[in-house]
């Protein structure tokens, strides 16, 4: 009996947190990056998930001169502020975003064909 051990209390989710602060400042868990079809060939690229601690208005202006592609910052009604780009953007955003560090390879999440 005496070579039992008693089992000391184990929280399984104490490191849960740990990760969280590897986070960039700001930012939640994940940005998603979709692509819509217009008509024809034109295509529309949405980013969103972007915190509220970023200027999105700056952001766009950032991507409009870089990608040279025309783009606005709408009001959706389910998701919050979202930036619409025309164009398939979603590389250029991805490496823009990874570059300035406002997010981690992780945290982007690409949608679309």
């Keep these: 009996m005496s070579n039992i051990q008693n089992l000391q209390s184990f929280d399984p989710f104490a490191d849960a947190t740990k990760g969280d602060d590897l986070l960039p400042a700001g930012t939640e868990d994940k940005i998603h990056i ?5 008509n024809g060939r034109k295509t ?4 969103q998930g972007i915190s509220d601690e970023y200027d999105k208005k700056k952001l766009v202006k ?10 606005t910052v709408i ?6 502020e ?5 164009g398939d ?9 990874l570059e300035i560090n406002i ?5 982007l999440k690409v949608h679309g064909f």
Excluded: D, M, S
């Design 89 to 97: 953007q979603r590389k250029n955003i991805c490496q823009f975003l």
């Design 62 to 71: 950032a991507f409009k001169k870089k990608f040279a592609c025309n783009g």
């Design 44 to 47: 529309l690229t949405t980013v």
């Design 103 to 107: 997010v981690k390879e992780e945290q």
């Design 82 to 86: 979202v930036i619409q780009l025309q």
């Design 34 to 38: 979709r692509i819509q079809q217009r």
């Design 75 to 80: 009001e959706h009604p389910e998701y919050g």
